[in-house]
Structures are given as structure tokens and as C-alpha cells.
């Protein structure tokens, strides 16, 4: 009980807000109702996504899983659509394009359709508590960590030998340095530039007192600062990071893409940045509590929720997760 805001996952998908908290509870908000639906499921919901305009969700029991089931909504009924043996696995997180679903496993990755599945173990084992964001490339998997006060990062999972390896840079010698510290910045959001697709943009967010976050650009293995803003309200003067960041930062979380521009979720405001690393800022939307969740349908592209999820890895309040319609 009480948990219904800390919300792990948020899609939108014909007229339906489909939000899953930590808990393993599914529910959905129809746009222009004042009432949030849970979904009966056989077990709890691990994880959630959209393919091809359909939610889809793994289930399973949180103790002693053997199989993962994949389970899709069409015309108001969960169809089973594949079984994936768990092989005393922890599922991480799930990501669906139009060509494939992909598991990510403390131990795996792992590919499923309809008429085969294919796995690849990692060269390292993962933490089954991490909170990840996944962006699927033909060649690999780019996850997003977040661990609240103890960072995160970047990873990047290749999909054949299943190699993974760090993506960062940081400041040798400077606590917290550098545009993507994985002991320092958890990454929260992923997204394609639609400027230079073979690019990628990550938001960091972190609120343990005080805020700090800023948006890279990851080009390979290159790794530069895309933009970050000082927090107006901030407490304490002086740089801390490299590029002379002042001490509190705007934190980030979330990233999409919407008109050929990134757009991301700011604890002040929503952001909408170009190739050039320049903002046009509005701020948050007004919230309406429907059946335990903040959440505004006002503005014409995103849904924007709040969530607590944030609280469980460090000291924050409830931080904004942009959603595209």
C-alpha cells in the first residue's frame, strides 16, 4: 500500500497512460477521466513497454521465478505471447522496438520473437537492484544506471559477445569531475539526436539534498557536456565540477525526441534543446492527482508524471518523468 506513486515506468498508447510502480502494480488512466484503472494480472508486473502501439508487460513471481511470461494487450485482453526461462536470473529491464523485445538479465541479454529467442551472456554480472533506461542499436544495447547517491553511468552492451564496458569521462583527481562520472551521475534517460543519428544524448539527474544533473552527447566512445543550467534556488556558491559547474545544477530526468529536437524533464521545467545545445525552457505543467498519481495531459506532445521512485536511492522528493504521446 502507498506505493502507487513510486512509478517506475510511464507509456502512452491510444488514449491510455499506462504506469507501473515498483510494486509490480499495472494501471492506466484514460485521457479525460478522472479515474486511474489497475489491471488484473495472474502474477506482478516486472516490466512495461509499448510495441507497434500495444502494452506490453513481463510478469512473474518475484521469488522463485522460473519463467518469465510476456504478455501484450489487444482489444482489452492480455494474450501470452512467449516464455522465457529465467534460469535463476534477475530481469533488469525490458526494451521493445518495432523489430524485437530485448531482456536484460543480471546475467543476459536477451532477444525474443515469435519464432525463436537468442541469448548472450554478459561479461559481468549486474546488480538486480539497479533502475535502468534502455536505447536498443542494431549492434548493442545502451543502458542508463541510476543508483542515487552512488551514481550510476552509462553502459554499453554489445550484442554478440555480450561485452560490457563503462561509457564515461571524468576529471582525474577532482571528486565528481567530468561530464559522465559513473561514481557520481545517474543516468536517467536516453535518446537518439535526431541531428546526428549515430550520436546518442543521456540525462544525469540526482536530487540527495541538493540537486545537480546536465544532458552529454555520446558519440562512441567520445563523451562531451550537451548542456547543463545552474539551479536558481541553489544554496551553496562556487565550481565543483569540470567546466566550472556551479556547485547545484538542474537535475534530469527523462529524454525524448519530438519535431527533430530533444526534449528532456528538469526538476523546474521541461527543456527543449537543439544541435547546438541551446534550451528553450518552459515550466512543469499543472498536476492533478488522479487515484494516487500527479500527472497532466495539458501539454499537446508529453504526458508529464511525477514519481517518487527517486526517494528510494536517495534523499529527493517526487522528480518528473516526460511521457510522448
Partial sequence: MGQENSLTRAFYAAGNLWLL??????????????????????????????????????TCQREHCRNWTERRRIDGTWRVENTIQSQGDDLIGLSCTPERITLLTSRRLIDTGKEKQTSVVLSDELSPD?????????DRVLVGANEGEWGGGLWSIDRRPGQVAPIERYATGSLCGGPLNSSCDPVNGIAFEPWKPQCVAATIGLVHFTPHGRIVEVCGDDVRRLYYKPYEKQQFGGPKREGEEPFETVAFFGLTIEGGELWAAGIDGIYRINSKGVAQFGPLPKFETIGGVDVSFDLPHFVVVLTSIAAHKSVSTAVPMIVPR
Fill in 130 to 138: 539497479l533502475l535502468v533506461s534502455m536505447l536498443d542499436a542494431p
Fill in 21 to 58: 510502480s515498483d510494486a509490480g502494480e499495472l494501471s492506466s488512466i484514460r485521457e479525460g477521466t478522472d479515474s486511474r484503472i489497475e489491471e488484473t494480472l495472474p502474477e506482478p508486473a516486472l516490466d512495461l513497454c509499448v510495441q507497434d502501439g500495444y502494452p506490453l508487460v513481463i
